[in-house]
């Protein structure tokens, strides 16, 4: 059953229009007797859900604003709800180049139940246009290459513009000092400037350049490589004005050079320059030479530190000075009177005198004195005791002879073989060396200091023989 007031249905809810109110009660609704005859009362509220797509292009520097995506509208079933607004405005320097538009915004009535979606859609175009603004670049260098300067054009560590229409521009330029020489590439943030091998002086450059497309940045500019400084020559010269002596040259102390060579006297460093060393030359004296004064003057043994010049040669001269006097000792010898033989200067000694002489004795001057001066020995043989001698005769002609130091003086048969001198009388006389026996004797003389020889032949004792050379000496022996 239904109300009406007029053509107005004031009941049947959801879709009733109307409402009845008793003063300012709303009446819900009526019965007659156990009839509902009216009903207004309320349901349980239905939503609206919006969905917003942003379709701005681009989407930067754009803000939507009012009804937004998620946004919710809830009311009684069938009952009407307005549309969603949504709308946007756009950040500083930004403008429409075309729209906006806004699709989807329309009323409705709420569903019967639970929710339904409308999609709002905004579009159009944008542009930035902010006003021109400034950019400041900064070179930063960083490096270094010995031998090589790396100069900057301009020579402002900054360069600034206008963003968007300025560029920087630093022109660099490296420099390969007179001499030095490239050794691994030299380049600028890895790009070669000059190469392996170039010998300076020479120089190359390379451009950094860009937009200015910021507000700050920095530009590096960053140096590699290696260069050789230049080698030059030094000569080190000894002259040794040193009588009776010996020179040595040596170089030692080297800083940054080298010994590159040895001709004569002379010494030759390379190095580059400003290199050091410290050069020494010193006079030794000869054998049998001393310093007069007994010390080495330092004139002798001179010290000199050099430093290489940046030029193609140089050179020093050390010159040694100095006296040497002659040192040698002379050496003495004891020797016994002259003989004329060997075996008369071991026989017959007599008294000692010193001689002196230098070096070697043999061949040597026997002097009077340690001097080396005065007489000198008669020549013939001298007695050095121990049972040898020395022949003098101008100089030492022989040393160490052997000698007899006595004779026995004995009968002794003799012959011209073994079995004569065996059976002659023993009545006649010779002197003999070694022994008396003749199987042990080593000579038989016709004297007492055993200088002259008994000759060849045969003599005995009567119980044993020997045989004798030309000069008297045993060469064969033996019994009867």
Known sequence: ?????????????????GALYLGSL???????????????????????????????????????????????????????????????FLDQYYS???????????????????SITRTTTVGGTTSYNPPPSTGTYTLVETGSVSGVTFGVAPSTASQSGTIGSSNYSWTITATLASGYVVGTSITVNGSIVLYQGVTG?????????????????NIPASYSGSASPPSYSY???MINNVSNSTASQSVSNLSGASVTGTSGNTITIGG??????????????NTNYVWSGGTQPASANQTVSGTMPANNYSGTTITLTGTTVYSNPAT????????????????????????????????????????????????????????????????????????????????????GNSVTACNDPLNDYFYVTGSTNPQSMNGVWDNQDACTGAGAGFY?????????????????????
């Open 26 to 88: 709303n009446i819900c609704d009526a019965y007659l007797e156990n009839t509902q005859v009216f009903d207004n009362c309320n349901q349980p509220n239905t939503s609206v859900v919006l969905t917003v797509v942003n379709a701005i292009q681009p989407t930067t520097g754009t803000n939507l604003v009012g009804d937004l995506d998620g946004a919710t509208k809830s009311g009684q079933p069938g009952t009407s709800f307005t549309a969603f607004n949504t709308s946007v």
């Open 201 to 217: 002086p020479t120089s190359s450059s390379i451009t950094l350049s860009g937009p200015i497309s910021q507000t700050t940045a």
């Open 235 to 237: 000569g080190f010269s």
């Open 272 to 285: 580059p320059a400003g290199s050091t060393w410290d050069m020494n030359a010193e006079a030794t004296p």
């Open 1 to 17: 059953m239904a109300i009406y007031l007029g053509s107005t249905l004031i009941s049947s809810n959801p879709t009733g229009t």
């Open 332 to 415: 003495s010898i004891s020797l016994g009177q002259v003989g004329y033989c060997s075996n008369e200067a071991c026989i017959d000694p007599g008294s000692s005198t010193t001689w002196w002489y230098q070096g070697n004795l043999l061949g040597a001057t026997l002097w009077a004195n340690s001097s080396l001066t005065g007489a000198n020995p008669a020549p013939g043989y001298y007695s050095t005791g121990g049972g040898t001698t020395l022949e003098y005769s101008g100089g030492v002609s022989s040393t160490n002879n052997s000698c007899y130091s006595s004779t026995s003086y004995i009968a002794l048969g003799d012959g």
């Open 96 to 114: 429409w180049t075309s729209g906006p538009t806004f699709s989807g915004e329309v009323g409705g009535t709420f569903p019967a139940t639970g």
């Open 460 to 480: 005995s004792d009567g119980n044993s023989w020997n045989q004798t050379n030309s000069s008297g000496l045993v060469i064969n022996f033996g019994t009867c």
